[in-house]
């Protein structure tokens, strides 16, 4: 049996992310490997009403009460799906993690950074992803590529999304062992082939 690995995919709204999980998926699944995809938030079965909460609701929402839905969330994930699907071997590729609650909660909103660690470590069990990629991408065009459809997130502002993106490269400064930065303004076939090359070396560890 494969080894399972972990690897958890970041960055701003519209940074192209999610086709990039979908065209891994495919590559990795080609190459032979068992390919488990989810996402945060919205993690398959209960994860899916606390995405609805958290990117539909339109009432007030404090910003601890946010954290928390998110960490929900991210303990259901963890504990039904992902921890499992390693266990078996598989390659679970997820779509946003413990860096999105560091950039957007802690960067983005400005609560404490270092209660949000401990708090991503309690709803993780302390499972860390075995690797962490991020599109980078600068704000004005994401916004461009999200269009006026905004959820309540993405509503939240350029210079809440300026915060946003500093914290992303913050977080792959202090782990580049984990962390692996990918330029997202390129076309998708070359982002992809950054990808690749990422994935491949941690294949061949
Ligand atoms: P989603 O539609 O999944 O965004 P994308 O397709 O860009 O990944 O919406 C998730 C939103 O929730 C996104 O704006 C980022 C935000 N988010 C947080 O603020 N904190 C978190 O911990 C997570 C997981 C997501």
Known sequence: MQRGLFITFEGADGCGKTTQIKLLKEYLEKSGYDVVLTREPGAKGLGEKIREILLNYDG???DRCESFLFLADRAQNIDII???AVREGKIVL????IDSTVAYQGYGRGLDLERINKLNQLATDGRMPDLTVVFDIDVETSMKRVGKEKDRMESAGIEFHNRVRKGYLEIAKNDPE?????DG???VDEVFEKVKEIIN???QK
Do not use: Q, Y
């Open 201 to 203: 070396k941690t294949l």
């Open 94 to 97: 997820c779509d946003r993690h």
């Open 82 to 84: 992902v921890n499992p």
């Open 60 to 62: 007030i929402v404090s």
């Open 185 to 187: 303004a390129m076309s």
């Open 178 to 182: 984990r962390v692996k930065v990918v």
